[in-house]
């Protein structure tokens, strides 16, 4: 299932609005109860204020009535940035697939993104 | 129209995720070939990692396809924050209502939201 | 004293850290005891994670004691972007200087800058 | 040493800005040269345009000619959010130390800290 997420992550990145950094990143969350939603970066002219694919894919997923806790995996184009770290852990993602440095087709979880972290107020 | 925008706008504003601040925020997107997208609100525990409604809804278009140009008009449950002034600004949108400070529904477009702000590139 | 707020600002963008667009930007605020605070642009190589000069400027102020209230003014290289504007609108800056996109020094009030917006929670 | 950042980022985090949240951070860089940088955590009303403790301290820096390369390490109240962690591995800043969420003083490098990460652009 991973590499679907993948492939669909990378299908989904041609569509990405990075005319700044001509750097296209899709991302593709799926539901616990297998629904996909797509997620592509989106930059602006004051880079700080620029949206990543993965949370892109998110928000979309939130707006659509899913919460964090109903996200199972996501599948992205490259290893995620560390603001996009804490939003898969804030979603409790158990299963994040991306393609390393190496070329390599790796998963990991949240927490493992993102060691040594606080405890989210519950 | 911009009244259904806002309207549609406080109805999908329950979906929001914000946990830390307790204001659900809600905005619809309406492109230039009449589809609408929604979008809430995503807050995160690390605050400035957040994503405002108006962006949520932009990405999602985006997601989809469409550019800056392609989006007419977009209804708030409230006035944007300056940074989502900025991306109204990209995506050059004419028509932005939402309910002012006074109470009254306003519409303006980007750039009267924007004022002596620099070029973007082209 | 906006010229001179602005001269230094040209002066400092020449520290920014903006190795991703190569645009330097400076920024130099007043306190109302007179003190100055300068602020250049830091750019990461995750953009939206980027922090921009007006906003260096003012926490270098707020880490040395200053709050909301207590800044006069401020100068810029550039017209500040919809997010640095909430900034200039939370801080209450009365005079802000920057070079207009049509290469002309002017000042304008926070207000001034984002016009029809939300009133903050006091 | 990185017991005596710690208790410097301790006492500066008074300074905050933070009635959003009323969670007051502190961090206190310290460069190759031996120089301290301070700052602290400035909210925004528009929550997502925050800036963080650990940031506020590396613009400091950087506003007064450091670059990424010359931080030593950095003394943080907390465990850095996602974002920043993304920072301290821009900077490459080999000590970071804070209180993990066990209530112990820990010690790490920004690479442990963001595992997996992509390399960044030389």
Redesign the interface.
């Known amino acids: 299932m991973s590499k679907e997420l993948y492939d669909r992550a990378v299908a989904?990145s041609q569509?990405?609005?990075a005319?700044?950094?001509n750097y296209l990143v899709g991302a593709v969350v799926q539901t616990t109860d297998g629904k996909l939603f797509?997620?592509?970066n989106?930059?602006?002219?004051?880079?700080?204020?620029?949206?990543?694919a993965e949370?892109?894919?998110?928000?979309?997923a939130?707006?659509?009535?899913y919460?964090?806790g109903d996200i199972a995996a996501i599948g992205i184009t490259?290893?995620p940035?560390?603001?996009?770290?804490?939003?898969l852990?804030?979603f409790q993602i158990g299963e994040i697939t991306f393609l390393?440095?190496s070329g390599e087709l790796?998963t990991?979880s949240a927490a493992?993104?993102?060691?040594?972290?606080?405890?989210?107020?519950s």
Chains 1, 2, 3, 4 share one sequence.
Do not use: F, M
């Open positions: 989904i569509r990405a609005y005319p700044y950094s797509e997620g592509v989106v930059e602006n002219a004051a880079y700080p204020l620029g949206v990543c949370k892109s894919a998110l928000v979309k939130v707006s659509e009535g919460k964090p490259a290893s940035c560390g603001g996009c770290r804490q939003w852990y804030e390393s440095s790796v990991h493992d993104l993102l060691p040594h972290t606080w405890d989210l107020p």
